[in-house]
C-alpha cells in the first residue's frame, strides 16, 4: 500500500513538472470577456481555503462559462466575517496555468474593471483562491474540465468525487 502511494504521488509529479514544459500556443488569442454578470452571495459552490483566512469563498455556479479561446470565467465571492464582500471575476487558463482578474466588484455594487494581465496561479497568495478553484474542478489536466455545469459539479464535491467519469 506505502509503495501504491509513492508511485502515485511521484506520477502527479512528473504530470505537474510536464505539465510546465508544454510551450504555450503562440497563435492563441484571446476573445472578448463577457462582461460580469450581477454578484450573488446565495447559493454559491463554498471552497475551502484552508487555514490562515477570515474569508469564506464561494464560486457562483451561475457565472462559469468556457470562452472559444478555452479560458474558464467565473465570479467568486470572499464573504468577511463582519459582512464584508469581495468579489472578482476572474477567467483561468488551464493550459498555461494563469489566472486574470477582468474586473472586481465595488461597494456602490457596480463591476471595477482590473488590470488586464496574466499571472501565475502559483507563488502568490493573491492568486491561492483561484488556485484552489483551478485545482477543485475548472481544469482537468490542461483543459477546461468539460462543461460549465461539470465544473460546478466537481468544485462542490469532496476530493474523493471529482473528477469521475460516471458523474458525466
Known sequence: MRRSGLL???LLASGVAGAQLVPPDPDWQETDAP?????RTQGLVPMD????????WGVDPASIS????RVVRYVVVGLGRGGAVNGLYEGV?????????????????????????????????????????????VCLGEAPNGTPAQIARDLGQTADLRFRSEAR
Do not use: F
Open 49 to 56: 481555503m484552508g487555514p490562515g483566512t477570515d474569508l469564506r
Open 66 to 69: 468556457i470562452g472559444p479561446d
Open 35 to 39: 462582461a460580469p454578470p450581477p454578484l
Open 8 to 10: 502515485l504521488a511521484l
Open 93 to 137: 487558463r488551464c493550459d498555461t496555468a494563469e489566472v486574470r482578474v477582468y474586473a472586481r466588484h465595488a461597494r456602490d455594487g457596480d463591476w471595477v474593471p482590473a488590470r488586464p494581465e496574466w499571472k501565475p496561479l502559483q507563488g502568490s497568495a493573491a492568486t491561492l483562491h483561484s488556485l484552489v478553484i483551478a485545482r477543485n474542478g
